[in-house]
Nanobody, 122 residues
Framework: QVQLQESGGGSVQTGGSLRLSCAAS????????MGWFRQAPGKEREGVAT???????TYTDPVKGRFTISRDNAKNTLSLQMNSLKPDDTAMYYC????????????????WGQGTQVTVSS
């Protein structure tokens, strides 16, 4: 049974940092593209960052230079280091797995976690 469990969300002030983690199980983690997505209230879910099996990283423009996605295939974990956070980063953040990456598009992703809330106050 595939499981993706996010952790690390919370509330911070503008300019602060958070590190999200995702623990994966039930599939061959190293074979999968992994990604972080987010959904703000009243908005559609959007891709934040993805990392391929070969460790190629793609970011959506608003987070470039501030967020870093990483994966540890030995521990089956995915991380998202978020620095210089802004109120616009407030959203529920989801970890997801796909057979392949297509930029930060959601289409290939078939496995999803339950999400972790990030709130950034001004």
């Amino acid at each position: 049974q595939v499981q993706l469990q996010e952790s690390g969300g919370g509330s911070v002030q503008t300019g602060g940092s958070l590190r999200l983690s995702c623990a994966a199980s039930g599939f061959t983690y190293s074979f999968y593209c992994m990604g972080w997505f987010r959904q703000a209230p009243g908005k559609e879910r959007e891709g934040v960052a993805t990392i391929t099996t070969g460790f190629y990283r793609t970011y959506t423009d608003p987070v470039k230079g501030r967020f870093t996605i990483s994966r540890d295939n030995a521990k089956n974990t995915l991380s998202l280091q978020m620095n210089s956070l802004k109120p616009d980063d407030t959203a529920m953040y989801y970890c997801a797995a796909a057979a392949y990456c297509d930029g930060v598009l959601e289409r290939p992703f078939s496995y999803w976690g339950q999400g972790t809330q990030v709130t950034v106050s001004s």
